[in-house]
């Protein structure tokens, strides 16, 4: 074989072309056996002719031979492209390894803004984008009663405004067609007390009482023994219970044998007939906070006399949409309504998804959180673009000179993003254990009552985020610089010292613009945190009207053997006994808490005749002499209750400002008559001031206050305690006298007032938190980025200024330069985002309270606060600049 | 067709391709003239199988094309053995050779000696 001339290797210029090659091949092979033929004595016509003809079908060899052809052509491609994919990230590694504090700090920013946002991706993940955690969940739909109430009557009636008796669940789930299953669980679980005894101390049960299809229509089967039975349903049916598996790990030690023994709760033996799924977390979906231990069977006819306590599940029946099931409540309930005329309401309802029900409302707080990381890593991306565009000084000339030795710009670009893609993956393998972290610390915050909290976690889908915005903030950041250092004039970037005027004024304006853009979004950031953080200030500082400092409550278990003539001196002794203790103040009894749980009954001044529809739901507290007072509420006329106010004695009660304002307008009520209370008008004898006793953020509702000693009716019993000092160390010895009197007392918490308030901002805190670490983070990189860009044009321009100063001018002369040029850019910076912050603000108008989105205040602050800090950011390098001496600078040249 | 020449078993011609390489770069026309002019005309490689036998053995990288000029100054594509080739010329003709020693003990058999007569 000779070697082809130099010439004829340029067959194929143009790039390999296989089925040439096949063609050239195979005439080669007709060509040799016909030079044979004509050899051997054939002409030279029939010698060709032969050679075609022993050949046999050319086409079909030529069609195979370009099949494989493209096909190993295709393969060389491919093989090609991973070994330039490998020697680029060989690449990479080994120039950030000449380079580790610029690799160091880009994958820690990196990590810090991808950290963050896959930590808030999956919190939003479990909240919003996952199904619930029940097979099929989609189809789970929520009943909220009270449709056709005013939004503030709905407010004004609590919880008892929203759910439904006995007998309108029962009758809805009889002639309903849009539901295969309709289900219920009693609301008031915390008003009944469970204790369970006999099992060392007494203790306190957290239980649920639910209908007896609640978790075959949620699709929850015990992992252990059975579901309720029908019987165990009925009055009179064979006392049941379902414990979490929470409650058996802890209570009974996983105990195997568990089903089958009893237990005794208040006073009664319990068969243990199963035990649930870790899975199925009640207190997560339904009641954010609690976390319930037991499950007992609702029996439907003792709670038929009850009013409105059951909260109405269903589960729709397979095409049928949660409109089509609206449409059919519209129509069934106030028909319904019409058939029993003994109804209170026609219980007109909204049906919303149990999806929407338990994170609808966060929704917006969650998007906003979004939207916060998002801008972080923005803030990022532009940071990381600034510190590969300072590096392009050192590189221009190497990637000159690669361009010299022949590498196109594609491929000179595919190696910088290459270094770019290495910079975020890195980052984001260390971001992924920042996220790790700050999930594990949020679904540990076992007090906050946000829903699903405990679930949060990443998983697939976190990781599968974490993987896009990766790969996106590497191609995001590093696009900019590679197209910026790939371009460029060769010749000037190859001749000695030239650190490019030319080129290097292009990056500079496009530096500038980078740095403004970064202040502009840390800007943003700061005033969205700023008012979020001024409404959460504002909350902190409403007036309760009740103090909660130096108090605590704890649950009483109050044994009056049944005869209610008995309470009214056992209530008395209790306290007597408890306000002799040293250290306590006062003490108080009530059977609830402001901001705990809440029911409403009806309150309307005798001779009022209002329409049938008005509001005259008000909140109901039974309280013992002493209550008020030790909460720290403010009578502001009339007088507290007594303990000579017993059941034979003219029944009393005492409202709130809101009650009277709405019940006798403009008169006295000390001494008016009230319906509604009870059977018979009941006389005011006592007005308090308002407090917020279902949310700090709304307004106060009536609220009427009825003695005790008056009323049986009373949902469980808590005293309150104020002390002179710390709660806290009280706790033993206030147990030890309610023990004292009553040896069932169970262990309960001695819980501090101020815990309610907390529980009640919980997720605004929260959210607050969040919101205002992340602009802090934002306002950081920003300042990174500032400092970065000032102090790199202040080592662009060492010369210049060693010109000047040689020239006279003074050090704080080039200070007030460098610091100028700062200013410049800051003020840029602060009034885009200043401009982009008055847009945005608005989308947060609806989590703000009682602040404007465009408060003044905050925004001066802000950006005032963002100034400092960019002036900060940019002393450091102007600093630096003003001790350059004339002499070195000039001489290094 | 002639009677006597023999057709080739599937698989065979890879081997006798390799075989032929082993002294240096062939192109296809004269890796036919080695096979028949070594057979003593009795093996003929027919053109429609073996470009694509070659093409094959060349994706998978037992050989390596290469262009070049022939004898009379033609262009024409050498196959190269490499060292892959060279090892699976090695394991075939191991197993041809057995194949063909086991084939030609069962037809050089005397008699019939079957599992039944032993016992």
Not at chain 1, 45 to 72: P, S, T, W
Not at chain 1, 345 to 353: G, H, V
Request: charged content about 20%.
């Amino acid at each position: 074989m000779k070697k082809i001339p130099l010439w004829r290797r340029y067959a194929r210029l143009f790039g390999p072309d296989p089925a040439a090659d096949v063609e050239d091949e195979l005439r080669f092979h007709l060509q040799a056996k016909t030079d044979d033929l004509i050899r051997c004595g054939w002409p030279p016509v029939a010698a060709r002719r032969e050679a075609e003809r022993q050949f046999g079908d050319i086409r079909a060899v030529q069609h195979i031979g370009e099949q494989l052809g493209v096909k190993m052509e295709r393969r060389r491609r491919f093989n090609d492209y991973l070994v330039e994919c490998d020697r680029d990230i060989r690449y990479a590694f080994r120039s950030l390894r000449n380079n580790p504090g610029f690799a160091a700090v880009a994958i820690l920013v990196l990590a810090l803004g991808i950290g963050v946002n896959v930590a808030v991706f999956s919190v939003i993940n479990t909240l919003l984008l996952r199904p619930l955690p029940f097979s099929d969940s989609q189809s789970l739909v929520w009943f909220t009663g009270g449709k056709s109430l005013a939004a503030k009557v709905r407010t004004a009636a609590g919880l008892s405004g929203q759910t439904y008796t006995v007998d309108a669940y029962e009758e809805f789930k009889r002639n309903n067609r849009s539901f295969q299953a309709v289900t219920a669980y009693q609301t008031f679980y915390r008003s009944i007390q469970y204790k369970l005894t006999g099992t060392g101390e007494p203790r306190q049960l957290a239980a649920v009482e639910v209908a007896d299809n609640f978790l075959s229509t949620l699709g929850i089967q015990p992992i252990m023994g059975r579901d309720f039975t029908r019987e165990e349903c009925q009055k009179g049916g064979r006392p049941a219970a379902l414990l979490s598996y929470f409650f058996w790990k802890n209570q009974f030690a996983g105990d195997p044998a568990i089903v089958g023994k009893t237990v005794t709760v208040n006073g009664k033996l319990v068969t243990i007939v199963g035990v649930l799924p870790a899975s199925f977390d009640f207190g997560s979906v339904f009641a954010p906070g609690m976390k319930v231990d037991i499950f007992f069977p609702a029996v439907m006819d003792f709670w038929r006399t009850w009013g409105n306590t059951l909260a109405v599940i269903g589960r729709l029946k397979p095409a049928v949409s949660v409109a089509q099931a609206q449409d059919e409540a519209d129509r069934l309930f106030p028909h319904l309504k019409v058939i029993h005329p003994d109804w209170y309401e026609d219980y007109a309802s909204d049906l919303t998804t149990l999806k929407d029900h338990v994170s609808g409302k966060l929704r917006r707080s969650l998007v906003v959180l979004w939207f916060a990381v998002g801008l972080i890593l923005l803030i990022v991306c532009v940071n990381l673009s600034n510190l590969q565009l300072s590096r392009a000084a050192t590189r221009g000339k190497e990637l000159a000179m690669r361009r010299a030795l022949g590498a196109d710009r594609g491929r000179l670009i595919r190696q910088l993003l290459t270094e770019s893609l290495v910079l975020s993956l890195a980052g984001a393998a260390l971001g992924l254990c920042f996220a790790f972290a700050i999930v594990f610390y949020i679904a540990h915050q076992g007090s906050m009552t946000l829903p699903l909290l405990a679930s949060i976690r990443v998983d697939g889908a976190s990781l599968g985020w974490t993987l896009l915005i990766a790969l996106s903030a590497g191609v995001l950041f590093g696009i900019a610089p590679a197209l910026k250092m790939s371009g460029g004039n060769l010749q000037t970037a190859l001749k000695d010292n030239a650190s490019g005027m030319a080129a290097g004024r292009g990056h500079e304006r496009f530096r500038a613009t980078l740095v403004v853009s970064e202040i502009a979004l840390a800007c943003v950031l700061l005033v969205g945190a700023g008012l979020l953080l001024r409404s959460f200030l504002r909350i902190l500082d409403v007036d309760l009207g009740f103090e909660p400092d130096h108090a605590a409550s704890m649950q009483v278990d109050l044994d009056d053997g049944g005869k209610f003539a008995a309470r009214g001196p056992i209530l008395q002794e209790i306290l007597r006994r408890i306000t002799a203790l040293p250290g306590v103040e006062s003490a108080g009894i009530a059977d609830m808490l402001p901001l705990d749980r809440n029911r409403s009954w009806g309150l309307s001044a005798v001779g009022q005749t209002g329409s049938k529809d008005r509001d005259s739901a008000a909140f109901v507290y039974l309280v013992t002499p002493g209550y008020i007072p030790t909460l720290g509420m403010h009578l502001l006329a009339g007088r507290d209750f007594a303990w000579n106010d017993t059941p034979e004695s003219p029944h009393v009660v005492i409202i709130n400002e809101a009650a009277a304002r709405r019940e006798w307008p403009g008169q006295n009520p000390i001494g008016k008559m009230a319906n509604g209370v009870e059977k018979n008008p009941v006389r005011v004898i006592g007005v308090v001031a308002d407090i917020h006793e279902s949310s700090l953020e709304a307004d106060s509702n009536p609220e009427v206050y009825i003695p005790m000693t008056q009323n049986p009716d009373a949902e469980g019993a808590t005293l309150v305690v104020r002390t002179h000092g710390e709660p806290r160390s009280l706790a033993s010895s206030v147990l030890t006298t309610l023990r004292s009197l009553n040896p069932g007392q169970p262990a309960s918490e001695f819980r501090p007032l101020r815990s309610l308030v907390d529980r009640a901002v919980s997720p605004r805190r929260f959210f607050v938190l969040l919101v205002t670490i992340f602009a802090g983070l934002g306002v950081l990189l920003a300042a990174l980025g500032i400092y970065g860009v000032i102090s790199y044009s202040v080592s662009q321009k060492t010369q210049e200024i060693g010109v000047r100063m040689a020239l006279g001018a003074t050090a704080g002369r080039v200070m007030r330069n460098v610091l100028g040029s700062t200013l410049r850019l800051t003020l840029a910076g602060i009034t885009l985002g200043t401009v982009a912050s008055l847009a945005v603000s608005r989308l947060i108008a609806s989590l703000l309270f009682s602040t404007s989105p465009w408060d003044a205040q905050t925004f001066v602050v802000m950006a005032f606060a963002l100034a400092t800090v960019a002036m900060g950011s940019g002393y450091f390098p102007a600093r630096r600049a003003s001790r350059v001496s004339p002499m070195r600078a000039l001489r290094n040249n | 067709m002639d009677k006597s020449r023999l057709d080739l078993f599937r698989g065979t011609l890879d081997v006798l391709i390799l075989k032929s390489l082993i002294w240096g770069p062939l192109h296809g026309y004269s890796i036919t003239d080695f096979i028949r002019r070594l057979s003593e005309d009795v093996l003929l490689v027919e053109e429609g199988t073996l470009y694509p036998a070659l093409w094959r053995l060349e994706s998978k990288k037992f050989v390596e094309a290469e262009w070049g000029l022939s004898e009379n100054n033609r262009k024409a594509k050498y196959y190269r053995l490499n060292h892959t080739g060279r090892r699976k010329l090695q394991q075939e003709s191991t197993k041809w050779e057995a194949y063909v020693n086991a084939v030609a003990k069962v037809l050089g058999a005397t008699r019939r000696n079957t599992p039944e007569e032993l016992a």
